[in-house]
């Protein structure tokens, strides 16, 4: 849903940032690297002290190297293999990092097993969504589309869990976890269905031919 708005932020909001480090000399790859740096340092270090609007403000000045480094990958010349599958790799520690921060929360000073648990089960199945589709992709088959693609699960509970900090409403928190853990469900169950569908009909076409 939020990837339609990426090519905006991209060639209007980020710009200056993409032209000002190509004239800077850094690398694209650079650019990912400090960008998942400082995304995990925000939530494994932040969160579970507690301080959860420090830790999504943190995290949220660094999680825009993600579209960052494409843009000047493109606009470089310099996209490649390596890079897509660098940053792809580095995206699932950078979800590992804010999911499991708020696991090390909840189970600290948030002190609730149910939402640790709800918490965890978004983290596992964040990256079975991830990885359905990518698996897919390798078989030549595709599992796109699903209610939790990865910029809506980032972008719904660092927004919730920002607000909820902010002004002392948690239940914003819990009901956006709620929210994600049925919706990660139905994506994962989703792009099963896909790739069943898909593989049955190419066994069909074999058998007619």
Same mark, same amino acid.
Request: aromatic share 10%; glycine share 10%.
């Given at each position: !849903?939020?990837? /339609?708005?990426?090519?905006?932020?991209?060639?209007?909001?980020?710009?200056?940032?993409?032209?000002?480090?190509? /004239?800077? +000399?850094?690398?694209?790859? *650079?650019?990912?690297?400090?960008?998942?740096?400082?995304?995990?340092?925000?939530?494994?270090?932040?969160?579970?002290?507690?301080?959860?609007?420090?830790?999504?403000?943190?995290?949220?000045?660094?999680?825009?190297?993600?579209?960052?480094?494409?843009?000047? *990958?493109?606009?470089?010349? /310099?996209?490649?293999?390596?890079?897509?599958?660098?940053?792809?790799?580095?995206?699932?520690?950078?979800?590992?990092?804010?999911?499991?921060?708020?696991?090390? #929360?909840?189970? +600290?000073?948030?002190?609730?097993?149910?939402?640790?648990?709800?918490?965890? #089960?978004?983290?596992? !199945?964040?990256?079975?969504?991830?990885?359905? /589709?990518?698996?897919?992709?390798?078989l030549g088959m595709d599992a796109k589309g699903g209610l939790a693609e990865r910029a809506d699960r980032l972008v719904a509970i660092l927004a919730m869990t920002g607000l909820g900090a902010l002004f002392d409403l948690p239940i914003l928190m819990y009901v956006t976890i709620w929210v994600l853990a049925l919706a990660n469900t139905e994506t994962v169950v989703r792009r099963i269905l896909m790739v069943r569908r898909?593989?049955?009909?190419?066994?069909?076409?074999?058998?007619?031919?």
């Amino acid at each position: !849903m939020l990837d /339609r708005f990426k090519h905006f932020w991209q060639s209007v909001m980020l710009a200056p940032f993409v032209n000002t480090f190509i /004239r800077l +000399g850094i690398s694209p790859d *650079a650019v990912t690297l400090v960008g998942t740096l400082g995304v995990s340092a925000g939530a494994l270090v932040f969160f579970p002290q507690g301080k959860l609007l420090t830790g999504v403000l943190v995290i949220s000045a660094f999680v825009f190297s993600d579209l960052i480094d494409g843009a000047m *990958a493109r606009a470089t010349g /310099r996209s490649s293999k390596f890079g897509a599958f660098f940053d792809s790799t580095l995206d699932r520690i950078g979800d590992g990092a804010i999911f499991g921060g708020l696991v090390l #929360y909840f189970a +600290g000073p948030g002190d609730s097993y149910l939402y640790l648990c709800l918490t965890l #089960y978004c983290l596992v !199945m964040g990256a079975v969504t991830s990885y359905a /589709r990518a698996r897919a992709e390798s078989l030549g088959m595709d599992a796109k589309g699903g209610l939790a693609e990865r910029a809506d699960r980032l972008v719904a509970i660092l927004a919730m869990t920002g607000l909820g900090a902010l002004f002392d409403l948690p239940i914003l928190m819990y009901v956006t976890i709620w929210v994600l853990a049925l919706a990660n469900t139905e994506t994962v169950v989703r792009r099963i269905l896909m790739v069943r569908r898909q593989t049955m009909t190419s066994s069909s076409d074999l058998d007619q031919s």
